[in-house]
């Protein structure tokens, strides 16, 4: 089974050859697609992310045939997840490594999008069209989740490095951007301690 706390995470540049197989859409997300916004690493990282939407895990499975993907079923216990199973609607996070006995290597993160338009899981009222997940810093090889959007996910467990990530970027935010952060919190959080600085 290998060790479930050893991570290895593959470089956010290999993710395009790695994912290369894969037919529908992901995004680079987490604190590399913040960095990637920002222009630099801020921090170091302790794994890599990467965002799909759901009705697509399957095509991620075809893409990482042969890896060792495992499930995180809620509250967070990892199992391995079966060729052709369809994951629950309350399992967002995938762990993948390339063999049983080495280090994780990628964690990918499961959104729902009905009919094309994102919906945060933990307030469904919050929604983005699904283009809109681009960010300035995506390119042709890779998506990278749009900032507003992954500091919206981080602002739930206010870590040292979600905060971090926060001071690092809010200041370089758009200001549609920033205000739909603003709004979104407003919505998920009221009271939230970012607001006072956006």
Same mark, same amino acid.
């Given at each position: 089974m290998?060790?479930?706390?050893?991570?290895d995470p593959i470089g956010p540049d290999e993710l395009p050859e790695v994912l290369a197989g894969m037919s529908g859409r992901w995004w680079l997300a987490g604190g590399w697609a913040l960095d990637r916004h920002l222009g630099r690493?801020?921090? %170091?990282?302790? #794994?890599?992310?990467?965002?799909i939407l759901r009705h697509q895990q399957g095509a991620l499975q075809d !893409?990482?045939?042969?890896?060792?993907l495992h499930a995180a079923d809620p509250p967070g216990r990892l199992r391995p997840w079966g060729t052709g199973e369809v994951l629950p609607v309350e399992v967002h996070d995938i762990w993948c490594r390339r063999t049983t006995t080495a280090p994780?290597? &990628?964690q990918v993160m499961i959104d729902d999008a009905p009919d094309g338009t994102?919906?945060?899981?933990? %307030?469904?009222?919050?929604?983005?069209?699904v283009d809109? &997940? #681009?960010?300035?810093?995506?390119t042709d090889a890779m998506r990278v989740l749009a900032p507003e959007v992954q500091l919206l996910q981080k602002s739930k467990g206010?870590?040292?490095k979600d905060q971090s990530d926060f001071a690092a970027v809010v200041p370089?935010?758009?200001?549609?951007?920033? !205000?739909?952060?603003? %709004? !979104?919190?407003?919505?998920?959080?009221?009271?939230?301690?970012? &607001?006072d600085a956006l």
């Open positions: 290998g060790d479930l706390r050893v991570w690493q801020s921090r %170091e990282h302790e #794994d890599t992310d990467v965002l !893409a990482l045939g042969g890896w060792d994780w290597s &990628l994102w919906r945060y899981r933990r %307030e469904p009222r919050i929604t983005l069209p809109d &997940l #681009d960010g300035p810093a995506s206010l870590r040292p370089t935010l758009e200001p549609e951007r920033r !205000a739909w952060l603003a %709004e !979104a919190l407003r919505v998920a959080s009221p009271g939230h301690p970012w &607001l």
